[in-house]
């Protein structure tokens, strides 16, 4: 990822439109935001939240709240609690998010 022409800026995530995208079971809802072609959400997905879809898009995640849990197209399963992160490089290894309790996220893709 390379950053250029963003100037320095202040995001009020509270000020920030959220929209409601429905997974497979439960409801995400985003707050997006775009910086010169790089989006930065606040995801937050409700318990039992199981996405729809597996994903191939690269991402740097950060779990704020909650749990997710993230299954890879090969079996592997991976759990992150507040305070851990992942990294995945676009079309690398897809993947799908799951959650039972709930989670809030910050996500740089």
């Known amino acids: 990822m390379h950053m250029s022409e963003i ?31 790089i ?29 997710l849990h993230t299954e890879l197209d090969d079996g592997r399963e991976f759990v992150l609690k507040p305070g851990m992160s992942y990294q995945v490089a676009d079309n690398a290894e897809p993947h799908r998010s799951s959650t039972p309790i709930g989670a809030k996220l910050f996500v740089v893709d």
């Open 39 to 67: 989006r930065v959400r606040l995801l937050e997905y409700s318990p039992g939240y199981l996405a729809d879809h597996w994903c191939v898009k690269g991402h740097i995640l950060f779990c704020v709240e909650g749990e």
């Open 7 to 37: 100037p320095f800026g202040i995001t009020d995530w509270s000020e920030i439109e959220r929209t409601e995208h429905s997974g497979e079971t439960g409801v995400a809802f985003w707050q997006t935001q775009e910086f010169g072609g």
